[in-house]
């Protein structure tokens, strides 16, 4: 009889053992940016991970995890061992504030900062403005005809326009992740997110996260490289491996030490410009 029940004592590793790892991909990323006097900006690495609609991108200094089927938001801070977690909403609702009351404290007076935002006057708390489709300026996509090799792939090179003006460009490779990552959920996170921005750029974001032709280049491809064009400059991405990878369910947990803190209170504040010196 003891020999009949071993077979049984192993059914629960082995229906826990699908849990521990899943299919996804691994993607290492090259970011750089470009000033508006076209000065450039160090360049940094980052490494993404994707599976059962779960992201995670990890910095140098921020871990962001992003889960798409439950809408939620973390970001970790691996050197102090902090993280914060929410709502998509949530978090565009902190950011917004956190960006208001900086405003307030380089200005002094945030009701002269929002004097030209009714809805901003109307509200208590400065989260992002509702959305009207109708007021967006207009979105083209058009192929160039220009491919790259980018990590081994052939790449098709697109351009993006607002308005008129190029505001992206995104090389696409017949990459289909859609088994890993929802495309309309994931845009739908976006045009959350690019509520919360403020200026000019605002209105492209939400534009361009809304646009039926933009969201088609994802369905059954990934963007390899996409160079971001704005007033401040430019911001390249570009990847240069990707491989398909077990993935720990860990990847996309917060570690059992680590505290949860306001996310004002997660971030490194900005480093404190070196004093000038008289006569350069």
Request: charged share 20%; glycine share 8%; no cysteine.
């Amino acid at each position: 009889m003891p020999r009949a029940l071993r077979p049984v004592s192993w059914l629960p590793l082995l229906l826990l053992a699908p849990a521990m790892a899943q299919a996804g991909w691994i993607i290492e990323w090259s970011t750089s940016a470009t000033n508006n006097k076209g000065a450039n900006v160090a360049s940094q690495a980052a490494t993404q991970s994707i599976a059962g609609n779960r992201v995670r991108l990890e910095q140098p200094h921020i871990v962001t995890l992003v889960d798409y089927g439950q809408d939620r938001f973390t970001l970790i801070n691996p050197n102090k061992q902090y993280f914060w977690n929410g709502t998509t909403d949530q978090y565009v609702q902190e950011m917004t504030a956190a960006r208001a009351k900086g405003m307030q404290d380089r200005m002094g007076d945030l009701k002269g900062v929002m004097a030209g935002d009714k809805e901003a006057k109307a509200r208590k708390d400065p989260g992002a403005s509702p959305v009207d489709p109708a007021t967006l300026p207009p979105v083209s996509v058009s192929a160039t005809g220009t491919t790259e090799t980018i990590a081994g792939y052939e790449a098709v090179k697109y351009e993006v326009r607002v308005g008129g003006d190029l505001y992206e460009e995104v090389w696409i490779a017949p990459l289909d992740l859609s088994a890993d990552l929802d495309g309309a959920r994931f845009m739908a996170q976006q045009q959350k997110l690019a509520a919360a921005r403020s200026g000019k750029s605002a209105a492209a974001g939400n534009a361009v996260y809304r646009n039926p032709e933009y969201a088609k280049l994802f369905e059954k491809g990934l963007a390899l490289k996409t160079v971001s064009h704005h007033a401040a400059g430019s911001f390249e991405r570009k990847a240069t491996a990707v491989k398909q990878a077990e993935l720990p369910v860990a990847t996309f947990e917060v570690p059992d030490s680590y505290r949860k803190v306001r996310l004002s209170d997660l971030l490194d504040p900005p480093p404190t410009p070196a004093p000038s010196t008289p006569g350069k």
